[in-house]
């Protein structure tokens, strides 16, 4: 079937069932599509965990959050008498959940990547770049140009939308650092694997702060990794770092919107400084396919990879001489 035209399109169908992360790095799908077509209107699926994430995007017509395993079954049937102009389905991997939705669900045309399990349900069948040596967010402009929509180049890069009440208690938490160059880091992440040492912070911290007394810190973490947040709090009583209150993802985002730089082994986080241009040190495990896929995104960056599994692997001096690095890039461009 030939390319569809966004002009003749009324209702789309949006399907990106994933983590956080993988919504951030989609949130650039809803902007084009609105830029093609602003009388689009967009409907999501996605997972009830993404909430706090797509609570304020205003690109978004509509959203069905799921569940997983029985209950994703039973809301997905729900909802398979609404008719679509067009339904896209975003995720890169194969699954039983997409071949549901392109079986059952009523679209006038169904346009997904070219995979064996659900290849005769597609009127539209995308390739798809080799995950190896392309970033997901390229992947997918790909998949919409293939569709039939125009690329604007200047919307291919992540989105996130913050509320103001959210946005506002964070800069509260972080007013005794005003005129500092706040440094964030993030030391949680999804997989143990990509957790790096308690005394790996301590010594990177102490490292940053010889370098002047213009740097503050700010400890992010997922509750599961507070007692390694405030150990590190622990070597620095003088209240130059800070481990703040928040209760959502919105107030996470929020202080890595504030920060100067951010470091973290957390996809989620890459995607959401990339979102506000914030500059960001990455750390990932040695994984030639994720590094490709998840790395930082039109934002000042540096992308470090360990030699192992873990990332452990990676040397303390080696994320400070990247700090260095980034942070004389960055001056010297004037941010």
Not at 37 to 58: A, D, F, R, S
Not at 292 to 315: C, D
Request: charged share 25%; net charge positive; hydrophobic share 40%.
């Amino acid at each position: 079937m030939d390319k569809v035209d966004p002009k003749r399109i009324k209702d789309i169908l949006i399907v990106r069932i994933g983590k956080i992360g993988d919504i951030i790095a989609t949130s650039f799908v809803f902007e084009v599509i609105k830029k093609n077509n602003p009388g689009i209107n967009i409907t999501l699926i996605t997972k009830e965990t993404n909430k706090n994430v797509l609570c304020y995007n205003p690109s978004i017509d509509r959203i069905h959050y799921v569940g997983s395993g029985i209950r994703r079954y039973i809301q997905l049937l729900s909802l398979r008498k609404k008719k679509y102009d067009l339904i896209l389905d975003f995720n890169d991997n194969s699954s039983q959940t997409t071949k549901l939705i392109f079986s059952c669900f009523n679209g006038s045309v169904k346009c997904g990547y070219d995979f064996p399990l659900y290849e005769k349900y597609l009127d539209v069948k995308i390739p798809q770049l080799p995950k190896n040596d392309s970033h997901i967010i390229d992947r997918m402009k790909r998949f919409l140009i293939e569709a039939g929509f125009t690329n604007y180049e200047e919307l291919v890069k992540p989105f996130m939308y913050l509320g103001e009440q959210e946005e506002k208690e964070a800069l509260i938490s972080l007013l005794p650092f005003k005129g500092k160059k706040i440094i964030a880091l993030n030391i949680s992440a999804g997989a143990e694997t990509r957790f790096w040492n308690t005394k790996n912070w301590i010594e990177l911290i102490k490292r940053i702060s010889g370098l002047g007394s213009e740097y503050s810190f700010v400890l992010l973490s997922v509750k599961e990794n507070e007692k390694e947040a405030f150990e590190i709090l622990k070597n620095y009583p003088d209240g130059n770092a800070i481990k703040p209150f928040y209760s959502s993802f919105q107030h996470f985002a929020c202080y890595i919107k504030n920060a100067y730089m951010l470091i973290t082994p957390d996809t989620s986080a890459v995607h959401a400084a990339a979102s506000f241009g914030v500059p960001v040190i990455a750390l990932y495990p040695d994984s030639i396919w994720n590094f490709s896929s998840w790395r930082p995104y039109k934002t000042p960056n540096r992308a470090i990879m360990s030699g192992t599994e873990s990332i452990n692997s990676i040397l303390i001096e080696e994320v400070f001489n990247n700090f260095v690095e980034l942070n004389n890039e960055i001056v010297n461009n004037g941010k």
